[in-house]
């Protein structure tokens, strides 16, 4: 019989070593391999960022030129998949179409399953440069309109934007997604890249590890939180009201969407550059109102609950840019999926360098030695 | 910073508690719900096995009749799924159709995202029942044969192999099959049981959650090496070369496929119902030979290694059964999907029952408060 104590949650258990992302909740601390994430929100791109977290130090100007173009050359989808998407149930959610079609890349890779440490990179740069044209083809069949194929000569950001929207996005539009791409991207053990390690640990693939990651993302506790503070900005009319409606909330003890986390006890440091992004482009859209909600939401909550460490995470701001965006609420999660495949590839690579199955104990608390009780005396 | 110890693997961590197998691999037991591996095999049908474990008892007659018209009514595919699967790559893998068709079936679902148990348990059925569809599909697809429809008359196993051999098959292979679905059923807490825990974990949605089980499953170090036991098979050409095969690989340190297992110290108590049938079936399709090789090899194995608890694991003999059925080897992994996909929805039951966020711990071994070199010193 096991002594082991039993770990719901596997909360405080250390399950994996990264060289990633280190997180101090306390401080409200995030760096990616050593840089502060706002440091790479000021001076970084997300191509650069992914490069960052693959290899563990910043490129030089032509590695990064030859990373640009490798993911530029994967922005065509491999023949076929176009007409895979399009073949989709309309009502489809996106974060099921997103699963379903990673998937499904997987048999148009003439070699899936290659795990050494150099095609894994290579099927996870695959994966990057093929899904945001997935969910810009899906989104533009679903509404009746004509796909927009790739442009090679933009970024992933821009090029996203592009194919969804039809025409490019001004520079602010490009920098504040680039920006949620940027803070999005990797986040320590979160559900889905623990998913993706756990799953890649019986030397299974990329495309698996990926796919199970994507159906953890879509979990209302985890990615699946962006779209209700998008919901409760709608059910709120104008700043006047946002007193009345926080603080009722708070008095029935409802949730406050896209305030605390797990991790933070502190300001989520990807809010901090968010917000001042969010800011601008909700005034450049003729959506200042709704930035002045958040922002009154914000500081409502700070006057009433900060002091028991619930402040605003991530998901708060990036709701107000995806919507000046364009983008419809159930593009959201996908959002954080498209920036946080770079996370969940580096953690892949990680624990293919160095791997271990993951094969924890389940403590049995049901009968024992019961008889097969024949039918009839049921 | 933490003071908890990496448990690399989660070794020795207990991540859930079950009332479905209890396992001693000491001893070589294993019960679902407390009735032995072992009576369930003498008296009990997959149906009846999957009911137990979704139920954790046993059904009166009119229930089990009852599970089996509503499993029997899910045999055929919702409308899209045949062109969507007869539009795939022949060259596919069979995990990764599987894996895939599986994510599209949530597109078919008007509710794919319900997470109460009733409705988890519903969508459990649907996986199950569409399951063996998807894979005969494929299969006579990818062999350019006519589709065979299922047979809503038969018993989940004889429809199976119904659809996949376009012939019903002898009671033999059926009740051989039928052992094979059970003895797989569940396991505890194996790495795509826990990868379906995790990933349900989100309050995600029992799609996500057995399309990632499926990623896992098809890794080399879980339920790819049904895989292996075969190819063995194949490289020996006769009984009197079965001496030389093992205590060859034997003295060369290489692994003989099928023997040990991380769990069991003893021989694995699924071996040993297999085997009998192994016997018998190999016996009736002519194909002694292959069972006399298997047998032979086990007899080795224990004169020269079982007093390192190295023992037949169940990919021993489910090997010779699933080659004797008629199936192609890139078939036997999924076979092993098909029937834990009863321990997976069991699993993602007990977990929506009584959920926690799997959110561990990674142990950060990277730089801190690197400074962003500009391009230009780099």
Redesign the interface.
């Given at each position: 019989m096991?002594t082991?104590?039993?770990?719901?949650?596997?909360?405080?258990?250390?399950?994996?070593?990264?060289?990633?992302?280190?997180?101090d909740g306390e401080q409200g601390v995030l760096?990616y391999?050593?840089?502060?994430i706002g440091?790479?929100a000021?001076?970084?791109t997300f191509e650069e960022t992914v490069f960052l977290l693959w290899n563990?130090r910043?490129?030089?100007?032509s590695e990064?030129a030859h990373f640009e173009e490798e993911l530029q050359k994967r922005y065509e989808l491999p023949s076929?998949m176009e007409?895979?998407i399009c073949?989709?149930?309309k009502?489809?959610?996106p974060m099921?179409?997103i699963?379903?079609m990673v998937?499904?890349l997987?048999?148009?890779d003439p070699s899936?399953?290659d795990n050494d440490v150099e095609s894994a990179r290579a099927k996870a740069l695959n994966i990057l440069g093929y899904a945001p044209t997935i969910v810009a083809y899906f989104d533009r069949y679903r509404r009746g309109l004509e796909l927009v194929h790739p442009d090679k000569s933009l970024t992933f950001s821009e090029n996203f934007l592009y194919m969804l929207n039809g025409e490019k996005p001004t520079p602010a539009m490009a920098k504040a997604f680039d920006l949620c791409m940027i803070t999005h991207a990797d986040h320590?053990?979160?559900?889905?890249t623990?998913?993706a390690r756990?799953?890649?640990?019986?030397?299974?693939?990329v495309?698996?590890?990926i796919?199970?990651?994507?159906?953890?993302?879509?979990?209302?506790?985890?990615?699946?939180a962006n779209e209700g503070v998008m919901k409760m900005l709608n059910e709120i009319d104008s700043v006047a009201d946002v007193e009345n409606y926080v603080t009722q909330k708070l008095a029935k003890k409802d949730r406050i969407m896209g305030f605390g986390h797990?991790v933070y006890k502190a300001k989520d440091p990807r809010a901090t550059d968010l917000q001042k992004l969010a800011k601008q482009l909700a005034e450049d859209t003729g959506k200042a109102d709704l930035y002045a909600k958040s922002h009154k939401i914000e500081e409502i909550m700070e006057r009433e609950v900060a002091s028991k460490g619930i402040y605003p995470n991530v998901d708060f701001y990036s709701a107000t840019t995806y919507h000046c965006i364009g983008l419809e609420l159930d593009l959201f999660t996908p959002m954080f999926a498209l920036s946080r495949i770079a996370g969940w590839s580096g953690h892949i690579i990680e624990q293919l360098s160095d791997n271990?199955?993951?094969?924890?104990?389940?403590?049995?608390?049901?009968?024992?030695?019961?008889?097969?009780?024949?039918?009839s005396e049921?």
């Open positions: 096991t082991a104590t039993f770990a719901k949650g596997l909360e405080g258990i250390v399950a994996s070593e990264t060289e990633m992302s280190y997180i760096e391999v050593g840089i502060s440091d790479l000021k001076h970084s563990k910043l490129p030089s100007k990064l076929g007409q895979r073949s989709l149930p009502t489809a959610e099921h179409v699963r379903t998937s499904a997987a048999m148009h899936p399953n320590g053990l979160n559900n889905s623990f998913a756990v799953i890649i640990s019986t030397l299974s693939d495309y698996s590890a796919t199970g990651a994507v159906g953890s993302l879509r979990g209302p506790l985890h990615g699946g797990r271990r199955l993951f094969r924890p104990k389940a403590q049995y608390v049901g009968p024992h030695d019961a008889p097969y009780t024949p039918m049921r």
